[in-house]
């Protein structure tokens, strides 16, 4: 597998030649709006490349330990014991993200029942996966009309 020059710096190379010998030769503001948008999907998809894998896995992991938190609270409701089996099980990127996604879900499903501790470690949580996104999708998505 060839590991360098990374994606996102063969895409961050993509992005300096659009942005100055690409752009420099065109007069016409429409193609110039439809270079920044192209450049802001690639910006989006260097972003994912640097940190997709690790946030995937640091995100499962909590989201893993929280959810033990409730088995041993004994909160844990039938749809959340499914969620984390099927988190046990995730192989790979995507899967993980699913069913860490589900996990999450089902902790929110419990609501405030779960007592104010779990309830606020679940918080942190989600404003951790939104976090996560907005550096993903929000932060990097800086596409014409929009930066």
């Known amino acids: 597998m060839i590991i360098s020059p990374s994606i996102s710096q063969v895409l961050r190379g993509v992005i300096h030649e659009?942005?100055?010998n690409l752009k420099e030769g065109l007069a016409d503001p429409v193609k110039k709006g439809q270079i920044d948008t192209i450049i802001g999907?690639?910006?989006s998809c260097a972003m994912r490349a640097d940190y997709q894998s690790t946030f995937i896995k640091e995100e499962a992991d909590a989201i893993s330990a929280l959810a033990e938190e409730y088995q041993t609270e004994g909160k844990a409701t039938p749809d959340l014991e499914d969620a984390i089996e099927n988190l046990s099980q995730a192989s790979d990127d995507h899967s993980l993200y699913q069913a860490a996604s589900e996990t999450l879900s089902a902790?929110?499903?419990i609501g405030d029942s779960s007592g104010p501790d779990l309830?606020?470690?679940l918080l942190g949580l989600l404003e951790q996966r939104l976090g996560n996104e907005l550096?993903?999708?929000g932060g990097g998505f800086e596409a014409a009309g929009r930066g």
Do not use: A, E, F, R
């Open 18 to 20: 659009m942005n100055t």
């Open 41 to 43: 999907v690639l910006g």
């Open 107 to 109: 902790m929110s499903d």
């Open 135 to 137: 550096k993903i999708i």
């Open 119 to 121: 309830s606020q470690k």
